[in-house]
């Protein structure tokens, strides 16, 4: 069954594990970006670590191989299990990541296009399959490919092989469920539950109706 990954992307401390809280027996794992890890620091893991889910990093880490160690390694130090990091940096940046992740038993997600209407400027014409070649030659664990354009996430799955595809933008962007969780591994979803009168309840739903 394809995995519900909730993105709490919330900044109040308290509201988000509150969240994490009541959806905890609905999903599969957690993800954390900046807008939380700013508010309340990268030890949010702590506590989000006594709901016994996987944490993934949502960084989207961009940079030089140098710096991307360094992000990676705070991120596992710290307790999560995977990381996300951009591929248009470039081979050796993903091989840091990757290879950090591997010490320490962590995974590594690759973005090879993003779920807003802005991202076909840019990662559109090849460059979403070259990052997403560009992932399998580095080893990662997986990309990470919108739920808006499930046909552009079909092509993707064709160059991958076994790597895993999370696919995020399902309820306020626009994604449905419905197509996209045919064709992934794991459906990521943000606003749609932690923005709805009753959290637990909407991700219940979201539970239900996935393949």
Known sequence: MTTLILALDVTDKARAIAIAS????DIDAIKVGYPLVLAAGLSIADELGDLDLPLIADFKV?????????IAEEVFTSGYDALICQGFTGRDSVTACVGVAREYGGECFVVTEMSHPGA?????????ERIAMLAKECDADGIIAPATRPDRVASLKQLIGDLKIYSPGIGAQGGDI??????????????????????????????????
């Open 22 to 25: 009541r959806c905890a027996p």
């Open 62 to 70: 961009a940079d030089i191989p140098n710096t991307s160690r360094l």
């Open 120 to 128: 076909t400027e840019f990662f559109h014409g090849g460059t979403a």
């Open 178 to 211: 419905f197509t996209i969780s045919k064709i992934v591994d794991g459906i990521i979803i943000g606003r749609a539950i932690y923005d709805a009168e009753d959290p637990k309840e909407a991700a219940l739903l979201f539970a239900g109706i996935r393949q």
